[in-house]
């Protein structure tokens, strides 16, 4: 396939904003969170998207990568952010199309006649969700400007999944359950404190296609977009959820912060009980970073966690992109090394996990712009390459 757009602008500023966790010129999935709305290019060939909540454009680029002949409408309630979104890409990106309109969400919901083989789902409000999408009657008008086979995906950020995130008071809980009332099949993708649910007017894929990647990809860009396809396949239903209203003034960060401090202790006990003889106690300490700075003791406890099926099988991982996107590379330094050391038996305990937790914060490790690439980075992109090739039908 022939490149049909420039991608990369190695003159492009970097941007990092409460709007778009990552924009950079010199690659596509970045950082923080490579994007899951991609996935939105793949259910359909050559799908018309609607992106409600724009930001600064970060998951443009990300769907048009795994699907060049995506056509994207893009909706933005605050004017400064829409314009300068469209300023960003006519300067830097000037080949990548899409159509921007200012409007509400709710608003271009009910009033446009037009229908989407994808709704993306990204509304805040500052650092909350808006009180419009924490009701039925929004998922409804989402539902119907769906076409018989559309999806919708909603990021919904809150709580990691190690805490318990699907027990209410949650945003997840929530979601989910407004999700189930409107959606016969649904799916969750995992990003630290952030997940995905996709869900469908009809019965989803099990598996999605590799229908063009862009040409022009890459090695990094590659590696992430092959592997996005391996890990829907690997991923799996929601649980039900239950419609805990949201505190006043909703599941903001305050809220979400101190949720998670009361669920900490919890988690420290669980590992406490698997911490090898002599390891000094996490809950006493009010901390996990003893556990981290050891990495066999690391690895022993995560190995046990996974064996078990425990959610807490996350922290590490999660710990460690989290830590090494601030600079800190306590855990990072060693943790793509053991991934690649006990790749074998992290598949074999569990597959969804290895890549769709294990794998991917490793990628979301080396897809940072602002910190330190790590040693074993190539060798990761090698494994990541080698999984889309296998899993690529023939």
């Known amino acids: 396939m022939e490149t049909r757009v420039p991608m990369y602008n190695e003159t492009a500023p970097l941007v990092q904003t409460a709007d778009t966790l990552c ?11 490579p994007d899951d709305f991609a ?19 970060g998951a ?29 890409f006519d300067r830097h990106f000037p080949g990548v199309a899409f159509s921007a309109y200012r409007a509400d969400a709710r608003d271009h919901l009910t009033t446009t006649r037009e229908s989407y083989d994808a709704i993306c789902v990204d509304l805040y409000e500052g650092d909350l969700h808006p009180g419009s999408v924490l009701t039925s009657e929004f998922w409804s008008e989402v539902r119907a400007r769906l076409t018989d086979d559309g999806v919708v995906l909603a990021n919904v950020w809150g709580l990691p999944r190690h805490l318990d995130a699907w027990t209410p008071p949650s945003p997840q809980s929530l979601f989910a359950a407004l999700i189930r009332e409107h959606f016969p099949s649904r799916r969750v993708l ?27 990809l890459r090695r990094h860009d590659r590696a992430i ?17 239950e419609h805990d209203a949201p505190p006043a003034p909703g599941f903001d960060a305050s809220f979400l912060d101190a949720e998670m401090e009361r669920r900490w202790p919890v988690l420290l006990g669980r590992l406490d009980a698997l911490l090898p003889d002599g390891f000094p106690s996490l809950r006493a300490a009010g901390s996990a970073r003893e556990l981290l700075l050891d990495p066999r003791a690391s690895r022993e406890t995560l190995l046990t966690l996974l064996a078990r ?20 590379l306590t855990v990072s330094g060693w943790y793509g090394r053991w991934l690649l050391e006990d790749w074998g038996r992290l598949r074999q305990v569990d597959p969804s996990w290895a890549v769709g937790v294990g ?20 060798d990761v992109l090698d494994l990541a390459l080698e999984l889309g090739t296998a899993t690529a039908p023939s």
């Open 39 to 57: 996935l939105a290019g793949l259910f359909t060939s050559d799908p018309t998207i609607c992106l409600l909540g724009l930001g600064h454009g």
């Open 23 to 33: 924009l950079a010129g010199d690659r596509i999935f970045v950082g923080d969170q």
């Open 309 to 328: 099926g425990d959610a807490a099988a996350d922290f590490i991982p999660n710990v460690a992109a989290a830590l090494h996107l601030r600079g800190d």
């Open 359 to 378: 794998l991917w914060q490793a990628l979301c490790i080396i897809a940072s712009p602002l910190s330190e690439r790590p040693s074993w980075s190539d």
């Open 225 to 241: 977009a092959s592997v996005h396809p391996l890990r829907w396949s690997l991923c799996t239903d929601p649980p039900p959820g």
């Open 60 to 88: 443009i680029r990300p769907m048009i990568a795994l699907n060049p002949g995506a056509s994207i409408v893009a909706v933005e309630r605050e004017p400064a952010t829409l314009r300068a979104c469209v300023d960003h």
């Open 190 to 216: 995992w990003n630290r404190r952030n997940c995905t649910i996709v869900a469908g007017n009809g019965t989803l894929p099990e598996r999605l296609p590799y229908v063009g990647h862009h040409s022009g």
